[in-house]
């Protein structure tokens, strides 16, 4: 179906319109659902990828596991300069999701992101594709530490109180395989839902672009400021901002 252009009010009542005629939707979003709390696009014109110019690598490599494996303190390095955002809040996007699912409305997130803003704001069934920052395991005795463990180590690279091991968020690097429990969660929440919203993300890489595919029996929407290869299939596209959009949707209904 090949999409129309709607304004920033036509959009926010089509997609209240949405939200209101459905009761299991799932939300699955991008970076660009992050970008509103501050915390930049990696793959965008002004994200990370793009200001790369003090490191010796581009973010590709420094965030991979080889890298990690070979230079923990220049991949740590790189890791609390660009990566983590300790001082990001939720924004008024995610603060709808949680509404909605403490309504009913909404059965799950599943994110891109490594933020854990949707459990800021009180979101509880979120299925981060990616891991989390707020997670780091000893590779040694594999006891588990949140962020505030990273932050307040002394050194560069963060060990472990108990053990001495050396730690790793639980963020999937590149080089790395998606955990296998977390896309089977993934596809049964996409598979059982009746609206799929799919916001900030231009779904052009896996496995996202798999779920926009698997959604297509449910009713799909897409919110990106750009277009996307599902825009034709979606039934709605809005180029708009997703936090600011979910929020004027809410007010709707
Ligand atoms: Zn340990």
């Not at 209240?16 to 970008?35: C, K, L, N, P, W």
């Not at 790369?52 to 790189?78: G, K, L, N, W």
């Not at 060990?159 to 590149?174: E, F, I």
Request: proline share 6%.
């Amino acid at each position: 179906m090949p999409s129309r252009t709607y304004s920033f009010d036509e959009a926010a009542d089509k997609l209240a319109q949405y939200i209101s005629e459905h009761s299991r939707i799932v939300f699955f979003g991008g970076a660009g659902t992050s970008t509103e709390s501050g915390i930049p696009d990696f793959r965008s014109q002004d994200g990370v990828f793009a200001k790369q110019q003090v490191y010796p690598h581009a973010p590709e490599i420094m965030v991979s596991r080889p890298f990690y494996d070979r230079d923990p303190e220049m991949f740590y390095t790189f890791y609390r300069d660009k990566l983590i955002h300790p001082e990001a809040k939720p924004n008024v996007g995610h603060q709808v999701l949680a509404q909605l699912e403490q309504q009913g409305k909404l059965q799950a997130v599943i994110t891109q992101n490594i933020d854990g803003l949707h459990q800021a704001a009180g979101s509880k069934e979120v299925i981060e594709l990616h891991g989390s920052v707020h997670r780091n395991d000893c590779l040694s005795c594999k006891k588990r530490y949140p962020l505030a463990t990273v932050l307040e180590s002394v050194s560069v690279i963060p060990y472990c109180p108990a053990c001495g091991g050396v730690l790793k968020p639980d963020v999937v690097l590149y080089g790395e395989t998606l955990n296998e429990q977390v896309i089977a969660d993934a596809v049964r929440n996409v598979e059982h839902t009746d609206l799929l919203i799919i916001a900030g993300t231009s779904l052009s890489v896996q496995p996202a672009a798999s779920f926009a595919q698997m959604g297509s029996q449910a009713a799909t929407v897409i919110i990106n400021r750009t277009s996307t290869p599902f825009d034709n299939a979606a039934d709605a596209v809005f180029n708009h901002s997703s936090g600011l959009l979910l929020e004027a949707a809410f007010k709707r209904l």
